[in-house]
């Protein structure tokens, strides 16, 4: 069995001594390296470590581009630095390299706590540094780590004491800073921001100056970015006082500004907003063999752009990707891209900046961007490293003057594209189908439509932007709605509020809504447990909250609940702030409360309200004014005009009520004679079919038919309708019908001999009609 090699003390002590005198040796190399002498092109050219050498190499990098050529040779000396080069031009080495050398020669161990931090506006930007970082530099012994929000923050918590390299988005990065025990900044060296124009902006001011507030101020600060600006109150922010500039020497002259890559093909096609569907869904259809990005203003439109295209299937890869997605959606949906050939990525502007996608081969602009920067970060998802692209941007005729303006400034000049009308294809009734079918696709039209008619309110260059111009209702009619939806617009201070709230940490949201004790509110959502959270879980379709409400679902859904439930509990009342209630001490006072014509004399009387077509509520009785009313003459005139226009109004309502009733009279005397027919048809009908012993009598005239026509309907609706009697014979007459019953029957029971004889008979009503009835009985 071979030995185990053991290293002695004084090997230990010479490998030290060995690798200080490499350090020493590096160092000077750094300080006499001069960069605008020595050309240097290649990584091996430069003074860098054996190990982070090795790393690129293993890595496939080889050759330097043009920023890296500049900026890293000052990062290596620890000057701060400012640096600002075209979109796909390896911005990411170039900062990468100088952390990695920066903790090499300082001897940087996992004891010594943070010793470098990332700041990424993005999580997908951060989570592409990350993957780039642990590729370089395999072969050192820093650890390194990446925290984003959508992670698990327990996770994270538990390693970020022995992370080295820290890489993260500015809210998860200060929630580790207020909640992380083991996180020491105090020895803190370098720190990154990439993408600075954007870190440095309202959205995420507070959060990266309470970043910067922890860190110490003496360290080496790089700034990297496609689009720069030297603000000097965002330069203090930062504690930059004596830097370096790299590819910003433009700046100080307005008429050279970083522009976008030369082996990129722009273009550009004027097109109205109702049509903007159409031209996509048709470019996409001609350009099925393609890798393509397309740009959106929001993720309202991202979300009902791909579920309507996936509907109508153009035969190609659909994909979405915005902000409002969870991160594992948006983790896989990144990983499918960059591995697929042929597919369309609609996207917001979350994927916008520094994301390194391979082989796009076109970047297509529905809707225009807020300033040229954007314009330049999107186009530079294509032609990277020198590589052919092309874009695209769709812009209105609003649009077009004015940002061809600006992109002129910045030397940009795409070339404007015709369209082919034989390749033009409208949906427009193809999405008025789906939304009409589904309620679901209708509601995202209008979440659609709402946010881009707001982003167009919001944008600050009104000279490109002209809200008053936009067609609402055919740009709805287009979408497949059946009208334009009504907006209500926010202001700007919202909207800036909004940005803040977006980019901040809800774990810091929870903790700024602290009370003075340190208590969080009922509301938060300190300390919940996981079965609360999957209760309160939101479905990712669109079958939330809103939908529910609009459907009314929710109502349906809450009919078993009680019929009184509590909306709000996050207060609670006090017995001082409850008003005092007492019973009326006497009997006025309780005349007084429960009378509603008292209370009415004590309040005044309400006033009922009326709403004409504009929604303008009116009294019933509007007074009419002074001036006006002397402007119709006088007063006795008026009066006099009055009274016989009314009097000419109720005659003719005299009318048609006379005529009314008339009806009402007519149709009543046909229904009671109606009654009478079919009583006097039974009774008919019955003397036939009944024995002998069955008598009817009955008073009146035996045509109904005749006393419909010769009766008056003022007498007849005078006269009372005759009643009925019944009479009963069983004492006298009981043996007689006995016997005959007898006889006819042939000896029946005595119960049926005796069955009851009834003479119907009509009331009578004078003494010829009782002296009639009277000679009718007596004969039977």
Not at 116 to 136: D, H, N
Not at 275 to 286: E, H, Q, R
Not at 693 to 709: F, I
């Amino acid at each position: 069995m071979a030995k185990k090699h053991r290293v002695t003390t004084a090997t230990r002590k010479q490998l030290r001594q060995k690798e200080d005198e490499y350090l020493k040796q590096l160092e000077n190399q750094i300080e006499e390296f001069d960069a605008e002498n020595l050309k240097a092109s290649l990584f091996k050219d430069l003074p860098l470590s054996h190990n982070t050498l090795k790393g690129l190499k293993d890595s496939a990098f080889l050759k330097m581009t043009e920023i890296q050529q500049k900026s890293i040779p000052v990062s290596l000396k620890g000057h701060d630095l400012l640096a600002a080069a075209k979109t796909g031009s390896g911005k990411t080495l170039a900062f990468l390299i100088p952390v990695i050398e920066k903790l090499y020669r300082e001897k940087w161990t996992e004891f010594d706590g943070l010793g470098a931090l990332i700041v990424s506006p993005t999580r997908e930007l951060a989570m592409q540094i990350y993957e780039v970082l642990v590729k370089i530099g395999r072969y050192t012994s820093f650890s390194a780590g990446l925290v984003i929000g959508g992670k698990d923050v327990k996770f994270e918590l538990e390693r970020i004491s022995k992370i080295n390299v820290l890489v993260g988005t500015p809210g998860r990065i200060l929630q580790h800073m207020d909640q992380a025990i083991g996180l020491n900044t105090s020895n803190l060296q370098i720190l990154v921001l990439d993408e600075a124009d954007r870190c440095l902006d309202m959205g995420f001011k507070k959060t990266l100056d309470a970043i910067v507030n922890n860190l110490p101020p003496v360290r080496q600060t790089l700034l990297f970015s496609a689009t720069q600006s030297q603000s000097l109150a965002d330069l203090a922010r930062l504690s930059l006082t004596d830097y370096k500039t790299v590819g910003t020497a433009e700046l100080k002259d307005s008429s050279k500004l970083p522009a976008t890559p030369e082996s990129l093909q722009q273009s550009y096609i004027g097109v109205d907003l109702p049509d903007k569907l159409d031209i996509l869904y048709s470019f996409i259809k001609t350009h099925l063999k393609c890798k393509m990005i397309v740009f959106l203003s929001s993720s309202k439109q991202v979300h009902f752009v791909y579920e309507t295209f996936r509907k109508l299937q153009p035969g190609i890869s659909l994909m979405h990707l915005h902000g409002r997605q969870k991160q594992t959606a948006r983790t896989e949906t990144l990983d499918k891209f960059n591995r697929a050939q042929h597919t369309c990525l609609f996207a917001t502007d979350v994927v916008a900046r520094g994301i390194d996608f391979p082989a796009v081969d076109w970047v297509v602009q529905a809707d225009c961007p807020e300033n040229v920067d954007t314009y330049i970060h999107r186009v530079g998802r294509s032609a990277r490293y020198g590589k052919q692209g092309k874009s695209l941007i769709m812009l209105t005729p609003q649009e077009e003057e004015g940002f061809l303006k600006r992109l002129k400034q910045r030397h940009i000049e795409p070339n404007k594209l015709t369209i082919k009308q034989s390749r033009k294809k409208s949906i427009k009734p193809q999405l008025q189908s789906l939304l009409f079918q589904d309620p679901e696709l209708k509601y995202l039209g209008q979440k659609a439509f709402i946010s881009y008619v707001r982003s167009i309110y919001i944008q600050k260059d009104k000279e490109v932007f002209k809200f008053d111009e936009l067609p609402n209702e055919e740009f709805a009619t287009s979408l497949g709605l059946p009208g334009a939806p009504k907006i209500k617009m926010k202001g700007m201070k919202s909207v800036e509020r909004a940005k803040e709230l977006k980019n901040t940490s809800r774990q810091l949201l929870s903790l700024s809504k602290a009370n003075d004790d340190g208590e969080i509110v009922e509301n938060s959502k300190q300390g919940r447990t996981k079965i609360d959270k999957m209760f309160d879980r939101k479905n990712q379709t669109v079958l939330s909250e809103h939908y529910l409400n609009i459907t009314k679902a929710k109502a349906d859904a809450e009919e078993e609940d009680d019929f009184i439930t509590v909306k709000r509990h996050d207060h609670q009342l006090q017995e001082d702030d409850l008003p005092q209630l007492h019973a009326p001490s006497s009997k006025r006072a309780l005349r007084r409360a429960v009378s509603k014509k008292a209370s009415l004399a004590a309040k005044g009387n309400p006033s009922k309200l009326v709403f004409d077509n504009e929604g303008q509520a009116h009294p019933i009785y509007e007074l009419e004014g002074e001036e006006d009313f002397h402007a119709g003459g006088a007063a006795e005139d008026q009066k006099e005009s009055f009274i016989s226009r009314e009097a000419d109004v109720m005659k003719e309502r005299d009318v048609a009520d006379k005529k009314l009733a008339k009806e009402k009279r007519q149709e009543k005397k046909r229904k009671r004679l109606e009654a009478l027919r079919r009583e006097q048809e039974a009774e008919i009908d019955d003397d036939f079919s009944a024995d002998d012993g069955a008598y009817h009598a009955t008073l009146g005239p035996a045509n109904l038919s005749d006393d419909m026509e010769s009766g008056s309907e003022d007498e007849d609706d005078r006269r009372p309708r005759a009643k009925k009697a019944r009479y009963s014979q069983r004492d006298d007459f009981g043996d007689a019908d006995a016997d005959a019953s007898d006889s006819d029957s042939g000896g029946q029971s005595d119960k049926k001999s005796k069955a009851r004889r009834v003479i119907e008979v009509h009331q009578p009503e004078s003494l010829e009609d009782l002296e009639s009835l009277t000679a009718h009985l007596l004969q039977n």
